[in-house]
Structure formats: structure tokens, C-alpha cells
């Protein structure tokens, strides 16, 4: 067994890990930084290009982030943060472009247009009051609305493509959304920080134990799958950044802020084309509305992806049920993390949710004929033989406490830190790696600049992220600016076809 101390410790090797890592190097090139992985690749579970629709998730096309009050208003609350979040992923990720510290933007960002596509006159009306609500700001002021069929067939032949005439239907487009290969990004940025002094990658490491000690500090127990041995790390910070893995080691450190917590893990399907002569037709993500009791990970959506230069078409995702919390994790993962103290909130949560429960046996049931028949809704001559079916990564929602309910089901992301900032994790799934750059500047803030006086890290965090400490939603001007940089640094300006 042997032992090394570092400063961080990083567990997982993702998209959420490295720009961690990134971040902490950018501020401080010589503190020592360990990241492990259970896997032997860097960023080949949540991360990874085929196990998560690649969509910059900037509120653009999600209906599901504008959902309609009781007063029959739209609610813009959730839509203007994560474009107000994704809007800060898109500046350090310039800023490394800027820096020669990322390749060429091609390699993990393509424009594609956002577009929100609805049929009936409800949606319709719905998809109007909608865009009228979100163009007449700064942060949405390029969103464009059509009801036209004409125009609809422009940005959407394949949507549009022998489709009743009867038919009322209507889109909105933003014509600068993105695809996001987050697998290459975490691994540019790996590949970067591996070239740094003071940095390791473990790869082929599980954690055993974590153990916090006298001083602070904590004590993590590695075993190299590889050649069954063992080592210790010791580390002046740890970070919980392993995706659906992320919860059992949270409840392995044993910290108070942990207790509670449950998982409820909901695997994902794709149907994939890569024939040319159809791919070739269909440039956009074009994002549906979810069906009644599906999670939000499951509203349908016919995306272009674009990845290892190559184009192909998904169209999902297919919902279903696993007791695995990683793809490539355990079957009894889901009942090892049953604690004494999260049992009533995960009984609660099973209780109340009856609909979702029968939504995911549904959806698990489906045929590959019943599949490709949801996806005509979308492309009305899609042909079965053309379309194959593909697992995509696991998500683990959150199961927290609650006081009047007992247990709540939550769909987002979540930081848990300890009171004296020496570990984090991060559990959920939406929206996920977009907002991986906020989500990370909210752990040095919590663990370094709160409780390690680190505030002379605030200006060079700015010199980074420009909007860092202002709000974008009440600053048109400097959100103007910012993104005018962003869309010329990553080469994401507006134009109909993507180079590949």
C-alpha cells in the first residue's frame, strides 16, 4: 500500500471533474491535483458523446424549463438561469480556446440550430406566448417564430416532410444553439492538465473508503482494478464528481450534510440513424414537449450529433428502469445505497410517484416498431429498418428529505459541501455538463474562497469569465458583448450548415 498527499483529489473523470481541475490550475498552476477513474478511459460514462444528447442546454428549445403558472403566464425562471449558466460555460471555454489550451472548437462545439417544434392548437398557442415572452429580452432576443410551413420546411425538412397540411403546427428557432461533445471536452482538458507539473490521472481506480482525519484533511482508499492493489491518498480536499457513482461515496464519507439523500436511477435509449442521405437532410436539435409523468431527461427531441467529425441523427430518449447508478456499474447498487436515514423519503417518493413508475414500465415495454412510430411524430416517413436502437448513460435523480411530504423526487443538479469545505459531490442530472463551469466556480467559492481565504481568486476568475459576479439578465449590454466574443471565439456565428 502506498500513500501520497495532495491539495485536490478528483473522483471521476468527467466533464464535471476536469473543468474542476481546469479551473483550480487556471487559479493556482502549482497546486497538486489527483483525479482517479473506475473506468480505464477518461470520460466514457455520463460524459462520453453517445450517452447524453449533446445539447447545449441554454433554454432555448427545453419547454420543460418554461412551464406555464396557475395564472396561465409563463414561468422564465429556470429558463433564464441555465441561459444565464450556459452563457458562463461558453466564456471559459473560450477563454481556454484564447489560451491554446483547447483545440479547435470543431472538435467539441458545432452550431446547431435550438428549434421547439408542437403540434395542436393548444401547443401552438402555448409555443407562441412563449416566445413572446422570451424574445422581448436581451437573453433571448434571437429567437425566431413560426407557424409558416414554407419556413418551417426551411429550418426542418425532415420534420416537415409529407406532414398533413391539416395539421397546425408551429416552431421556434434559435439559430446559434449548440452540440457539445462533453467526452471530447473532458478529455481535451485531461489531456491539457496532464501536461501540467503537480497533476496525476488514476485511471482503473475504485474508491474503497474515505476516512476525514485529525487534521482535516481525508484519507481515500483506492484499489487498482487492474492489479488489485491498494493505495491511500491523502488530500486536503476531495471532490465528488462520478456522475451516478457520485451518492455511494457521498454516504461512504459519512458527513452530515449527506444524510437523507437517496437515488432514483433512470436509464436512457436512443434510436441512431447514420445513413447519409437521410443525416445530410436534418441540421438542428428539435425538442418536443414531454409526455404526462415523464422525467425531464425524457422529453423527445430528433438531435443532430455530431461526434469524432462525424454526423448522425438520435432521436429520444427512450426511458427505463435500472437499479444500476453507473451503465457500466452494479445491479445492486440501488439497494446498497438504502439507509436508515433515507428509506422514508425513497418510500415516500415511490408512493407519490405512481405515474412515473407506470411511464417507465411503459416505456421499457415498447417494440423497436412503437419507438420508431414516436419518432414519426417528428419525421413523419421514418422507416423502421433505418433507425437502430442505442443505450445511452444512467442518470441518478436526487431523493432528498422533505418536511411536508416526506421525500422528494428532484430533477436538477445539486452541490453538497461539508461545514468546514474540505468535500463536495455533486448529484442529479439536468442540465448537467452545460452548466458544468458555474456549477465547479460554486465549489471554489465554497471550499476555497469561503473557508481558504482565496479572494484575491475572484478578479482572476473575472479575467476569465467576464460576467463573473454580475447578472447577465439585468445587463443587457455587457450580455451582448459577451456573447458577440463567444459565438466568434467557438465559432458557433450563425450559418445554415456546420462544417464536419
Given at each position: 500500500m502506498t500513500t501520497k498527499s495532495v491539495d485536490v483529489l478528483l473522483v471521476g473523470a468527467g466533464a464535471m471533474s476536469t473543468t474542476l481541475g481546469m479551473l483550480l490550475k487556471q487559479l493556482d498552476p502549482s497546486i497538486k491535483i489527483c483525479m482517479v477513474e473506475r473506468l480505464d478511459y477518461v470520460a466514457h460514462e455520463s460524459s462520453d458523446g453517445w450517452n447524453n444528447a449533446g445539447t447545449g442546454h441554454a433554454a432555448y428549445c427545453e419547454l420543460n424549463y418554461t412551464p406555464k403558472k396557475a395564472d396561465g403566464s409563463i414561468d422564465t425562471t429556470k429558463a433564464f438561469k441555465i441561459n444565464s449558466e450556459f452563457e458562463t460555460s461558453l466564456q471559459f471555454w473560450s477563454y481556454l480556446v484564447e489560451q491554446s489550451v483547447l483545440p479547435s472548437p470543431k472538435q467539441f462545439i458545432n452550431p446547431t440550430p435550438h428549434i421547439s417544434f408542437v403540434w395542436g392548437e393548444e401547443n401552438v398557442e402555448f409555443l407562441r406566448q412563449r416566445h413572446a415572452t422570451l424574445s422581448a429580452t436581451a437573453a433571448f432576443c434571437d429567437m425566431e417564430f413560426s407557424e409558416d410551413p414554407e419556413v418551417l420546411r426551411e429550418w426542418m425538412p425532415l420534420v416537415m416532410q409529407h406532414r398533413d397540411p391539416a395539421d397546425r403546427v408551429a416552431a421556434t428557432r434559435v439559430s446559434y444553439g449548440t452540440d457539445v461533445n462533453f467526452g471530447e471536452l473532458a478529455r481535451s482538458m485531461a489531456k491539457h492538465l496532464g501536461t501540467q507539473p503537480d497533476f496525476d490521472l488514476l485511471l482503473s481506480r475504485i474508491v474503497n473508503d474515505l476516512d476525514k482525519q485529525s487534521d482535516g484533511s481525508w484519507n481515500v482508499t483506492l484499489k487498482n482494478t487492474d492489479t488489485g492493489e491498494k493505495e491511500v491518498i491523502n488530500s486536503q480536499f476531495v471532490f465528488l464528481g462520478a456522475?451516478?457513482?457520485?451518492?455511494?461515496?457521498?454516504?461512504?464519507?459519512?458527513?452530515?450534510?449527506?444524510?437523507?439523500?437517496?437515488?432514483?436511477?433512470?436509464?436512457?435509449?436512443?434510436?441512431?440513424?447514420?445513413?447519409?442521405?437521410?443525416?445530410?437532410?436534418?441540421?438542428?436539435?428539435?425538442?418536443?414537449?414531454?409526455?404526462?409523468?415523464?422525467?425531464?431527461?425524457?422529453?423527445?427531441?430528433?438531435?443532430?450529433?455530431?461526434?469524432?467529425?462525424?454526423?448522425?441523427?438520435?432521436?429520444?430518449?427512450?426511458?427505463?428502469?435500472?437499479?444500476?447508478?453507473?451503465?457500466?456499474?452494479?445491479?445492486?447498487?440501488?439497494?446498497?445505497?438504502?439507509?436508515?436515514?433515507?428509506?422514508?423519503?425513497?418510500?415516500?417518493?415511490?408512493?407519490?410517484?405512481?405515474?412515473?413508475?407506470?411511464?417507465?414500465?411503459?416505456?421499457?415495454?415498447?417494440?423497436?416498431?412503437?419507438?420508431?412510430?414516436?419518432?414519426?411524430?417528428?419525421?413523419?416517413?421514418?422507416?423502421?429498418?433505418?433507425?437502430?436502437?442505442?443505450?445511452?448513460?444512467?442518470?441518478?435523480?436526487?431523493?432528498?428529505?422533505?418536511?411536508?411530504?416526506?421525500?422528494?423526487?428532484?430533477?436538477?443538479?445539486?452541490?453538497?459541501?461539508?461545514?468546514?469545505?474540505?468535500?463536495?459531490?455533486?448529484?442529479?442530472?439536468?442540465?448537467?455538463?452545460?452548466?458544468?463551469?458555474?456549477?465547479?466556480?460554486?465549489?471554489?467559492?465554497?471550499?476555497?474562497?469561503?473557508?481558504?481565504?482565496?479572494?484575491?481568486?475572484?478578479?482572476?476568475?473575472?479575467?476569465?469569465?467576464?460576467?463573473?459576479?454580475?447578472?447577465?439578465n439585468d445587463n443587457p449590454e455587457l450580455l451582448r458583448s459577451i456573447r458577440e466574443r463567444t459565438l466568434g471565439t467557438l465559432e458557433l456565428q450563425k450559418r445554415e450548415t456546420a462544417d464536419v
Open positions: 456522475g451516478g457513482g457520485a451518492l455511494p461515496l457521498l454516504q461512504k464519507s459519512g458527513i452530515k450534510e449527506g444524510k437523507g439523500y437517496g437515488g432514483f436511477p433512470v436509464s436512457g435509449q436512443w434510436l441512431v440513424c447514420k445513413k447519409p442521405e437521410i443525416v445530410e437532410q436534418h441540421l438542428a436539435k428539435v425538442y418536443g414537449k414531454a409526455p404526462i409523468g415523464a422525467p425531464p431527461m425524457s422529453v423527445p427531441h430528433l438531435d443532430t450529433r455530431i461526434i469524432d467529425g462525424q454526423r448522425a441523427l438520435l432521436f429520444g430518449p427512450f426511458a427505463g428502469f435500472t437499479t444500476k447508478f453507473l451503465k457500466q456499474g452494479s445491479l445492486f447498487d440501488l439497494p446498497k445505497s438504502i439507509r436508515t436515514g433515507n428509506i422514508k423519503p425513497m418510500l415516500s417518493v415511490a408512493m407519490k410517484n405512481m405515474d412515473l413508475t407506470r411511464y417507465l414500465i411503459s416505456e421499457v415495454m415498447q417494440s423497436h416498431s412503437a419507438r420508431v412510430d414516436a419518432l414519426r411524430n417528428f419525421f413523419p416517413d421514418a422507416r423502421d429498418e433505418d433507425w437502430t436502437l442505442a443505450h445511452a448513460g444512467q442518470r441518478v435523480q436526487i431523493i432528498k428529505k422533505d418536511e411536508k411530504l416526506g421525500g422528494k423526487l428532484e430533477f436538477g443538479t445539486e452541490v453538497i459541501t461539508a461545514e468546514d469545505g474540505s468535500i463536495a459531490a455533486l448529484l442529479g442530472a439536468s442540465p448537467g455538463a452545460s452548466t458544468a463551469v458555474p456549477t465547479m466556480i460554486s465549489i471554489v467559492e465554497r471550499c476555497y474562497i469561503q473557508h481558504r481565504g482565496k479572494n484575491e481568486w475572484k478578479e482572476r476568475i473575472k479575467s476569465m469569465i467576464p460576467s463573473y459576479g454580475e447578472s447577465l
